[in-house]
């Protein structure tokens, strides 16, 4: 049986076809098959004799099919006349910029880059992926102005070196700075490079370039967003935007421009100042908002149109910090004392003088430092010395009004608005504080003893008026029972005349001695109750009187008493001495209080008149002779004990 080998000996030919057909077909038609995802770098060996073709003198990529590095690379597909001993081809894969990024381009190869530019010009080469047309077009070798951002590109790298890097991203409310590294010189008198355009925003740099932009610090800025923005043809600082607050304006000093005309006049000699865009202090302040301000071209000086409060007080500070380097003002006085003063000044700068102020100063705290403090302090420590201390305090209104006055008329010399000057604490020294205070507590309590002594002669006088109503109701009581009894009387009389006229009709002549009885009861009656009412009023009239003189009677005697016990002691003093009189009143107060001073009976020692035998016998004796001391001589005998 015939082996299997020989019966499919035409598969195994196929197989080893298949595996070299790459090497065979290069051999014999100088096949070359590039993948859809690369390109073919081509070096081709070495040229046919006669051609004659070599590369210039200073490149190393060819452009017309002389030996070495080839300019044309493969692009996905076959090709044919290749042959390996006379092309080597390399693949290479798509160059991939990713999202966010973008590619720089360094070319190795090409024409020279003038002097004096560090970059070279962009030319028409399809992104850098037709180097023939690079090199054909007048490339230049070096770091190119133009990139490539995010995508697939077919690009020779034996020609280009490709660096990826980030875009530029500014934050919200923040402001790119621009530094260009490459362009015209800066003018000899300025800091930063001229306006241009037609470069969006510096990511044309090659027009940046053509339009005739500096090298260097440049007056446009950019604003929030992200930008494809080369690194080596610019440089980008972020800052945040310049915000005027709400109360505030901005003053712009612009360091850049060409020099503008003077709008204050001749009568404002302290500085220039300019239209917008020129260099100098701009006549138009910024309103309160954010700007994008390139600190290293313009500077905005800040200036509050609001009150402005300044204090003169030591450990008090506004918010604006305008006043941290101010204190406490110290006077001294006409009678040599010295003093502090707490001063505040509210200030207002209208924000159509505010570039003047700050043309003469150049900032606010300027303002302060070399006006203000000076003047303030000064003003007081003049008026100070023309008046003592207690004048000062006395007169502080008056002092403050013409403090007023005086700084008003020097700030509006200055441009600035003097709203109102106000004193605070006046500190005097502590020793004429003292002595003011203790005149002024004696002035009080001279003031009180005056209200004392009104309220006890007030007192007294109406105690008197409360003794006289007293007995008035005694006198009004007597004048009633008067009353009472006359009108007893007259209606006894009429009584008895009424009964004197009845009789009379019944009885003619009875009634005659009736009436003149009648007539003489009455005027009995009648004089007995005239004199009984004599008789109450002058018996109230009588004790009203005796209450009176009783208590005129009792005052004198305790006021005779008084002074004669009084005088009685002065002449006791004289005649015995104080020390004597002393004792005698004390001697004199112990015998009124039955205090025994000598004991009845005295026992002694040996060395005495008597002995104690004879002590007792004595007690004996007096027990018997008083028997109700009995208990008492017990107690002496215990006592003695």
Known sequence: M?????????LLIIVICIALYKYIFRFIFGMVLVPEDKIGLVTKKFVLLGSNKELPDGRIIATKGEAGFQAKALAPGIYFGKWFWQYSISMQSFIVIPEGKIGLILAKDGAAIPTGNILAQQVDSDSYQDAEKFLVNGGQRGRQTSYITAGSYRINTMLFQISITEMIRIQESMVGIVTTLDGLPIEASQIAGKLVDGHNNFQNFDGFIKNGGNRGLQPQVILAGSYNLNPWAV???EIPMTEIP????????????????????????????VEKGCKGVWLEPLGPGKYPINKYIMKVELVPTTNLVLNWATARSEAHNLDKN???????????????????????????????????????VNLVSQVLEPTIGNYFRNSAQDSDVIAFLSTRKERQDSAKSHIKKVLDEYNVNAVDTLIGDIVPPETLMKTLTDRKIAEEQKITYETQKKAQETRQGMEKETAIADMQKDIVKAQQGVEISERTANATVKKAEGDATSVKV????EAEVIKTRAHAEAESTRARAQADSDAIRLKAAAQAEQISLTGGAEAGKILAIGKSTAEAYELAVKALGGENFTRYKITEELSKGNVKLI???LIGGTNSNGTAIEGLLGLKLMEMINPIKKEESNNSINDQK
């Open 235 to 237: 440089q980008i600082e």
């Open 246 to 273: 709400i109360g505030y304006v901005g003053v712009v000093i612009s360091y850049i421009g060409q020099e503008g005309k003077d709008l204050t006049g001749n009568d404002f000699k302290h500085g220039n100042i």
């Open 326 to 364: 101010l204190s406490t003002i110290t006077v001294r006085s006409k009678d040599g004392f010295p003093f502090n003063l707490d001063v505040a000044q509210i200030i207002h700068v209208p924000s159509t003088e505010a570039p003047k102020v700050i043309a003469r100063f150049g900032n606010m």
């Open 599 to 601: 004991p009845d009976v």
């Open 506 to 509: 019944a009885v003619g002549a």
């Open 2 to 10: 015939e082996p299997l080998f020989f019966k499919f000996w035409w």
